[in-house]
């Protein structure tokens, strides 16, 4: 969790930096939806999953 108020490009940047594989993204548009937007820092993909299904895919990916 990144609580610092920095732009999200940093965020993920301080992430990747960290080790960290996997990036949770969860805005306004996300929460309306009911989705969240997963991103595998190692190779840039980028997914949209449902809240429900979001700790599953996680651990798939792991």
């Known amino acids: 969790m990144y609580l610092e108020p920095h732009r999200l490009g ?3 940047r301080y ?8 990036a949770v993204m969860v805005g306004q548009t996300e929460l ?9 820092l190692q190779t840039g993909e980028e997914t949209v999953v449902g809240r429900a299904q979001w700790a599953h895919d996680l ?3 792991l």
């Open 59 to 61: 651990r798939r990916r």
């Open 32 to 40: 309306q939806a009911g989705q969240v937007r997963v991103k595998d």
């Open 15 to 22: 992430a990747d930096r960290k080790g960290f594989r996997l």
């Open 10 to 12: 940093q965020q993920l």
